[in-house]
């Protein structure tokens, strides 16, 4: 039940947010390097809920121009799986994720309209960027087909034909891996050298202080409605906050309570997922807006609670299992 005092449009309760996590840090600052190399390709590959979407959709351009001082010729598409998809509708989905100003929304061009039309507006994002080179970065990649990676070679050629580098940077769970082994075995080793020969792995968290980091997002390092210079903490429960009470002071409790539900196969990773962290601190400051003492939200009992309440061990199992 939400507290009449909070708002339903707050990041926490619509869950259009993401704290900026350890993880994060280290899968951006990876990408920058391959783009710093100049890197054809490379792939990104990790369990499913650990947080690679949401370092796409909310930081990874952010940070990137920060480092690069300058915007980039970036275009991020988050594929989609269609058992009936043509090319046609490959390069119209492209041409979509570019942001192409002209294009029809329903209607895909011909296939080699629809090719052209890409090339030239990768070229222009380039050369918009005073680049040479631009990089698409394709989330939910383990999905994509041996044929859309081969139309992607296709692209590549015509594009260093013109003079514009082309990088593609793949997102996606662990079938990344079988699929860059797939097609090493199978005769098309030339795909996976252009697209698949950088690897990093994407982890989830890894240790207590890089818990202690996420909550201390929450206390402090966090802020909503923009501007007010709220945090999340401060805004669910400014009592325990005006008193001193931090979340992150609480990170041995919780680490503990993530180990214990943990199946044990999965221990000896120590690896959680972001998103079963953020379920429970969400619940936790809805609880705490709602008046509930702090020591009860905060215990070790109310973590145990929680975390079996969004299936935290189920999904450890499965990932185990995937991984």
């Not at 930081?59 to 046609?88: G, I, N, Y």
């Amino acid at each position: 039940m939400l507290p009449a005092h909070i708002d339903p449009a707050h990041c926490i309760v619509t869950g259009q947010y993401a704290v900026y996590t350890p993880p994060m840090h280290e899968m951006i600052q990876q990408i920058g390097d391959w783009i710093d190399q100049q890197t054809p390709g490379g792939y990104i590959a990790g369990a499913s809920r650990l947080g690679k979407t949401k370092t796409v959709q909310w930081h990874l351009t952010d940070v990137l121009e920060e480092r690069f001082h300058s915007s980039l010729p970036l275009v991020v598409w988050s594929h989609r799986p269609d058992s009936h998809k043509s090319e046609s509708f490959f390069w119209h989905q492209l041409l979509a994720a570019s942001h192409f100003e002209f294009l029809n929304p329903v209607r895909a061009p011909k296939k080699a309209e629809g090719i052209y039309l890409l090339q030239q507006r990768l070229i222009s994002i380039a050369n918009h960027a005073r680049r040479n080179y631009v990089i698409l970065l394709i989330d939910e990649a383990q999905d994509i087909t041996y044929q859309e990676w081969k139309w992607l070679v296709g692209l590549q050629n015509q594009l260093d034909y013109e003079g514009c580098r082309l990088s593609v940077f793949s997102v996606g769970s662990h079938q990344l891996d079988y699929k860059h082994e797939y097609m090493a075995s199978t005769g098309n080793a030339h795909v996976a050298a252009r697209f698949m020969s950088a690897y990093f792995r994407f982890h989830g968290l890894r240790a207590e202080n890089e818990l202690e980091y996420v909550l201390n997002a929450y206390d402090v390092d966090s802020e909503w409605p923009l501007g007010s210079g709220l945090s999340f903490l401060q805004y669910f429960a400014p009592g325990p906050y005006s008193s001193g009470r931090r979340l992150a002071n609480i990170a041995p409790l919780l680490w503990k309570a993530l180990a214990e539900l943990s199946p044990s196969r999965t221990r000896k990773y120590r690896e959680f997922p972001m998103q079963h962290v953020a379920k429970v601190i969400e619940a936790a400051l809805l609880q705490l807006a709602n008046g509930d003492d702090w020591e009860d939200v905060t215990s070790y009992e109310n973590w145990l609670d929680a975390l079996a309440k969004v299936n935290f061990s189920d999904h450890m199992r499965i990932i185990s299992t995937a991984g």
